[in-house]
């Protein structure tokens, strides 16, 4: 049965949450500088929100990544693989060797998550907009058989802007789809310039509201309060939950930290070398 | 339950859908729907009354149908997500390549009132584009049956076989094919419906009947046509091509675009293997306004233009 959340929920989290995170931040940069390819600032504002919910929150095992009774957790945003593949090693689907062919010829760690190449990917993302319909199917799914497992799905900010993100939220919201949780990776960029600039999301959790949602708004940083709202347990709740987790695109590298080009820029050399010491620090 | 329409002997084959999925949900409480505002248009109006629990329908939101299909996939179900062809292929066609097909899950996506079957209202409700799309992508089954026993054989074996499947479903009325005692659906199994050797007719669906017809009109005239059922689109029976090529001349037939579908496939296989003189027979375009048998009429899907296109075939295999 699911150990890793077990043994977290016994004792306080957030030390481990901290570190793994941190090992997330390393991993991820190593990937993105030796493939030469990648999206390091997006891959540095989920992380934290990615250690809470597996390091926290999740029930899993690994050795059994499509036992039934999991939680169930969809990368929407499936283009952060340097964060998502380091997590999944980090939590023992696969061997943390296997990431050093991230996106090499014939690797199974494509650019994007396939469920058919890698134990603890739920369902294949990429293009933006596809994780929550799925999500919202899991979730019935849940409901259907009475069971008890929960769904979480990440999103970008920018990816809101997405259609389908907004017909399955008014038929999570329509079924009161209490096992299913959103994260918003709130980090105010996407690919090409502020989201606000582009297509305004705003006012974001309002919008969530009267789609029938609770929403809660977090520092997506602090995984103290992710902890909290994540790994409370749904209870009374009667409505889909929205977090809306407030983070900072490139998290953790003082260069890449709210720089819309650092989207899928690669560093060089000596920037590699000063983003290690700073996550390192 | 009757499956018969009004005019007598005559079937529409969304009835012989929905009396499968029934008879499959009585025993597997896997099964479940999808719809899209579409339980009337899918005839699943009687599922919904008798598993209300087990049916989702999502209103009219495409992209979120097949999204929460592959969803209820992942949670242990098999859901027979189902609309409009013309709807659940072209609004949502990318979640039908990541989530369904790329991601491989096991959702059964039914396409309804396929081809031309919506006539008047037009190309924007036509769904003759949808074999190109769906038959390129890996892991797809794609079948298009051709008759209600058809019907009812690929929805079983849809459910039966893990893996994502369109089962691409016409409304246009059909008769009951002849078949011999024993006869059995197979995914991927081309069925010869009528044995010849100067031409061949490969057809699926509705059109399947016009070419029996139209081998029955060349027969009158000393031509023997060969009649294949190729209701399988992927995988395809490339074995059943290369024979039907033996007779040295092919028409292909479908209620679809002539660009793309059975008669793309078709043309595939023998191009590279077994040259020999086609005619691929289908729709253009956009099409005009018109009732569906006008339109058949008017492009020549007919038992007497399938039998006239064969025709003028054998003038260029004996030339």
């Not at chain 2, 077994?274 to 006008?294: A, E, Y």
Request: proline share 5%; net charge negative; charged share 20%.
């Amino acid at each position: 049965m699911p150990q890793v959340s077990a043994d977290n929920r016994r004792n306080d989290p957030l030390p481990l949450i901290r570190d793994k995170a941190r090992a997330i931040r390393i991993t991820a940069l190593k990937m993105v500088f030796a493939a030469q390819l990648g999206h390091p600032g997006g891959d540095m504002s989920v992380t934290d929100i990615l250690a809470t919910l597996y390091f926290g929150v999740l029930r899993y095992d690994p050795k059994q990544p499509n036992a039934p009774w999991r939680d169930r957790f969809v990368m929407s945003k499936g283009h952060c693989t340097g964060a998502l593949y380091a997590t999944l090693a980090e939590a023992g689907y696969f061997d943390r060797s296997w990431l050093e062919t991230y996106m090499g010829p014939l690797s199974m760690l494509n650019g994007h998550p396939n469920r058919n190449y890698l134990p603890g990917v739920e369902t294949n993302t990429g293009p933006l907009g596809h994780g929550m319909p799925v999500a919202v199917g899991m979730a019935i799914a849940g409901k259907m058989d009475a069971a008890d497992y929960r769904v979480f799905v990440v999103t970008g900010d920018g990816e809101q802007q997405e259609g389908s993100n907004w017909e399955a939220g008014m038929a999570a919201g329509h079924r009161k789809l209490s096992n299913l949780t959103l994260i918003i990776d709130r980090n105010r960029l996407q690919q090409g310039a502020k989201v606000e600039d582009t297509n305004t999301l705003e006012p974001l959790a309002d919008k969530w509201r009267a789609f029938g949602w609770e929403v809660v708004e977090v520092d997506g940083h602090d995984v103290g309060q992710l902890h909290d709202v994540l790994a409370a347990p749904v209870g009374t709740r009667e409505k889909p939950l929205c977090v809306i987790a407030h983070t900072i695109k490139g998290r953790g590298i003082s260069f890449m930290e709210n720089e819309v080009k650092w989207h899928h820029g690669i560093p060089n050399r000596a920037q590699y070398e000063q983003a290690l010491k700073e996550l390192e620090a | 339950m009757s499956v018969q329409t009004a005019a007598a002997g005559l079937f529409d084959c969304r009835d012989s859908f929905a009396h499968a999925i029934e008879s499959l949900a009585e025993a597997d409480t896997r099964i479940v729907a999808v719809v899209n505002d579409s339980l009337g248009s899918s005839k699943l109006t009687g599922f919904q009354k008798r598993w209300p629990e087990r049916t989702v329908n999502v209103g009219i939101a495409e992209q979120n149908m097949v999204g929460v299909g592959a969803g209820l996939a992942n949670g242990g179900k098999i859901p027979f997500v189902s609309a409009a062809a013309c709807f659940l292929t072209a609004r949502a066609m990318e979640q039908i390549k990541a989530d369904v097909a790329y991601s491989n899950t096991n959702v059964k996506l039914v396409g309804q009132s396929s081809g031309i079957a919506y006539g008047e209202l037009g190309p924007t409700h036509h769904s003759i584009e949808d074999m190109a799309w769906l038959r390129l992508l890996p892991n797809l089954t794609v079948i298009v049956p051709s008759d209600p026993w058809e019907t009812e054989a690929a929805v079983r074996a849809a459910a039966e076989i893990e893996g994502p499947v369109f089962l691409r479903i016409s409304r246009h009325p059909v008769p009951a094919l002849e078949r011999p005692a024993g006869a059995r659906f197979r995914i991927g199994k081309a069925e010869v419906l009528r044995e010849g050797d100067d031409v061949a007719i490969i057809a699926n669906g509705t059109m399947v009947m016009r070419a029996l017809s139209a081998a029955d009109q060349l027969a009158a005239q000393g031509i023997a046509a060969r009649v294949v059922n190729m209701s399988t689109v992927a995988p395809l029976d490339v074995e059943a091509i290369h024979a039907a090529a033996q007779t040295g001349a092919i028409v292909t037939v479908e209620e679809a675009s002539v660009r793309g579908g059975l008669g793309g496939a078709v043309a595939e296989v023998l191009a590279t293997s077994h040259p020999c003189p086609m005619r691929i027979l289908g729709f253009p375009g956009f099409l005009p306004t018109g009732s569906v048998d006008f339109l058949f009429e008017h492009f020549g899907l007919t038992p007497a233009g399938i039998a006239t296109a064969a025709q003028e075939l054998l003038t260029r295999k004996a030339a």
